[in-house]
C-alpha cells in the first residue's frame, strides 16, 4: 500500500503579493508517484464587520474572490482554475539538472484548461475552485464558508486547502514512478500571482441581489398582517412577494444561510388600537439569523403557515425596533419587507503554509529508462499598439507543437486578432491565412481550418479536446451555463510542428483587428525530452 507524505514549503508563510516565492524539495528516498501528488495552499478569508459583536453574535459573510488585470486595479470577471495561480515554475534534480521550467505557466494552463474540461468539468472543478462562478441555482458558495441553508447550526469560516495537481503545472508531473534514489533530491519552485488577486463581499447592503431580472425576489418577506405569520417572539419572516410566499425546488435556490447578517427595510401601518409605535425605525434593521425552516411538504416544519416549497428566516431578537408593542393586534400590518445585507469593514485574504503532499510508491514496478516526456519554452513578444505583428522564432530541435496566446491579462481574448498565418522553414504551414472575427449568434468564430489545426495540435500534445465552444464563464453574470450572457470569448493559434533534430525556423503573422489592438503575445514551444 502506498503511503501519502507531506513536505513543507522552504519558506514559511505568510505568503503574500511580496512574498511570493515556494519551493519544496522531494528527498531521494524511494519512487513517487507525480500523477498523484499535488501542492495544498493553506488559506483564510477575514470579513469583520461594524455589527460583530452584536445582534447576538458576529456574522457569516461570504467572499468573492477575483483576479485583476495587469493594470493591478481593473477586476478580471472572468472564473479561473486554480493553477492560474502559479505564474512561473520550475522542477530540477540534482544528478540531471532542469527537467522543466516553465515561464508564464499560468497562461499556458490556464486557456489549455477551457479546451481540455468539459462543461461539466468545469461545474465539477467549482467546488474546489479559489474563484467561484453562479452556481445552476444562480448563487455563489466560496471555498472559505460553510453555509448552512437550514437548521440552527451555525454557518462556519473554515480554512481553505488551495489544491493544484503537479500534472496541471508539468508535463512531468504524469510520471507515475519517479526513482529519486536514481535522479537525486528534486527541487520544485513556484512563483505565485498573489499581487493579482481581489477579494470583495457577496450580497452586501445593496440592489445586487436581485440582479438577474427573470428571477423571483429571493429577498423579500410577505406581508405581515397576523400575529401567526410573525409568530409570538416576533422573529420570523416568510419569504415571498405581497401575500405569496416563494417556492423553492431546493435549498441552493435560497440566498440565506444561518449566522448570517441581514439589513431589513419595511413598511410599517401601526393600526387603530396598537397604542406603541413597533417600528419608529423602518429602514436598515440589523439582525442575525439564527435559524431557517424549510417546507419539503412536512406536516410540521416549526413553524405554522409555511407552505410546501417555502422557505421561512428566523431572527436573533423581535423584529420590532421599538419597546412595548407586544402581539400583533387587528389592523397592524408590516409590508415590502426586503432583506439585504451588512457591509464588511474589510475583506482580507491570508496564505499562511504550502505544502507537497507525494503519494510514495512502496512496491514500486519495473521501471523503464529513461523517462520520455514534453515540456514548454515561452517567448514573449510585445505589439501594444500595432496593427500587424512579424517575427520570426526559432524552434528548438524536437520541438512538435507550437502555441500561441495573446493574453489581456492571463486568458487569451479574442476580438484584437482578425487573421493569422504561419511558415515553417520557409514553407506556409496553411495555405490561407486562417480568420478569427466573425461574429455567429453573438460570438467570435473561426474559421474551419483553425479548429482542424487546434484539434490536430491538442492530439500531436496527448491532449484531449473537450471543449470547443472558446467561451468562459462569468463571475459577474447569474446564469448557470457556460454559453449564456458570458462575455469572454477566447482565442488560441495552434499547429503542430515537424519533428526535427535541428533547430527550424517558425515565421508568424498576425493582423490585428484594427490599427492599434495587438497587444502582448505569448508563444509556447512543445518539446519532446527525456532523462
Known amino acids: 500500500m502506498n503511503r501519502v507524505i507531506k513536505i513543507n514549503s522552504n519558506q514559511g508563510g505568510n505568503f503574500s503579493a511580496s512574498n511570493n516565492l515556494v519551493d519544496f524539495r522531494i528527498p531521494d528516498d524511494g519512487v513517487y508517484d507525480l500523477s498523484k501528488s499535488y501542492i495544498n495552499i493553506v488559506s483564510n478569508c477575514s470579513q469583520p464587520s461594524a455589527r460583530d459583536g452584536l445582534d447576538g453574535g458576529n456574522g457569516v459573510y461570504c467572499p468573492l474572490i477575483g483576479y485583476l488585470q495587469d493594470d493591478g486595479t481593473t477586476a478580471n470577471n472572468n472564473i479561473m482554475p486554480n493553477v492560474a495561480l ?19 505557466s ?11 474540461k468539459s462543461d461539466d468539468d468545469k461545474n465539477t472543478d467549482q467546488r474546489k475552485q479559489l474563484v467561484q462562478g453562479f452556481s445552476q441555482s444562480r448563487n455563489k458558495n466560496s471555498i472559505y464558508r460553510e453555509l448552512h441553508k437550514e437548521g440552527s447550526d451555525e454557518s ?5 486547502h488551495i489544491r493544484i495537481e503537479l500534472k496541471d503545472l508539468f508535463n512531468f508531473g504524469n510520471v507515475k514512478a519517479y526513482d529519486t534514489q536514481k535522479y537525486g533530491k528534486t527541487d520544485i519552485h513556484l512563483e505565485l500571482n498573489l499581487d493579482k488577486l481581489s477579494v470583495s463581499q457577496y450580497l452586501p447592503n445593496n440592489a445586487t441581489w436581485n440582479g438577474d431580472n427573470d428571477l423571483i425576489k429571493k429577498n423579500t418577506g410577505i406581508d405581515i398582517t397576523s400575529p401567526t405569520q410573525l409568530g409570538a417572539d416576533r422573529r420570523h419572516i416568510i419569504l415571498g412577494v405581497d401575500t405569496t410566499q416563494n417556492t423553492f425546488n431546493r435549498l441552493d435556490d435560497s440566498q440565506f444561510w444561518v449566522g448570517q447578517k441581514v439589513s431589513i427595510t419595511l413598511a410599517y401601518t401601526q393600526g387603530g388600537t396598537q397604542g406603541t409605535n413597533r417600528f419608529p425605525v423602518v429602514a436598515n434593521i440589523p439582525k442575525r439569523i439564527t435559524e431557517i425552516y424549510y417546507n419539503r411538504g412536512d406536516n410540521n416544519v416549526n413553524f405554522t403557515g409555511v407552505n410546501v416549497g417555502s422557505i421561512c428566516l428566523v431572527l436573533d ?3 420590532d425596533t421599538g ?8 389592523g397592524e400590518s408590516i409590508n415590502n419587507i426586503t432583506c439585504l445585507g451588512v457591509d464588511t469593514t474589510s475583506n482580507t485574504l491570508s496564505f499562511d503554509t ?38 520570426q522564432l526559432t524552434l528548438e530541435p524536437n520541438c512538435i507543437n507550437f502555441f500561441a496566446f495573446q493574453p489581456t491579462d492571463i486568458l487569451s481574448l479574442a476580438g484584437n486578432i482578425r487573421s493569422y498565418r504561419l511558415r515553417l522553414n520557409n514553407e506556409d504551414l496553411t495555405n490561407q491565412d486562417i480568420n478569427c472575427l466573425a461574429v455567429a449568434n453573438g460570438k467570435f468564430q ?4 483553425y479548429y482542424d489545426r487546434l484539434v490536430m495540435t491538442m492530439a500531436n500534445a496527448g491532449m484531449n479536446v473537450k471543449n470547443l465552444t472558446e467561451v468562459i464563464k462569468s463571475t459577474a453574470v447569474n446564469t448557470g451555463g457556460y454559453t449564456d450572457q458570458s462575455p469572454s470569448d477566447i482565442i488560441m493559434i495552434s499547429n503542430p510542428i515537424p519533428a526535427s533534430n535541428d533547430n527550424q525556423l517558425l515565421q508568424v503573422n498576425i493582423q490585428g483587428a484594427s490599427a492599434t489592438t495587438l497587444g502582448k503575445l505569448c508563444f509556447f514551444k512543445n518539446i519532446v525530452k527525456q532523462i
Not at 419597546?323 to 387587528?330: D, H, I, Q, S
Open 86 to 104: 502559479v505564474k512561473n515554475c520550475s522542477m530540477r534534480n540534482s544528478n540531471v539538472g532542469v527537467i522543466e521550467d516553465i515561464r508564464r
Open 106 to 116: 499560468d497562461i499556458l494552463r490556464t486557456n489549455l484548461y477551457q479546451y481540455t
Open 156 to 160: 462556519r469560516n473554515v480554512e481553505a
Open 317 to 319: 431578537s423581535a423584529l
Open 323 to 330: 419597546a412595548g408593542a407586544g402581539v400583533m393586534v387587528a
Open 354 to 391: 504550502a505544502e507537497l503532499v507525494l503519494e510514495k510508491v512502496m512496491n514500486p514496478p519495473k521501471i523503464q529508462y529513461p523517462i520520455q516526456y514534453t515540456s514548454w519554452t515561452t517567448e514573449e513578444q510585445n505589439a501594444e499598439g500595432q496593427a500587424t505583428f512579424t517575427r
Open 446 to 449: 473561426q474559421d474551419s481550418v
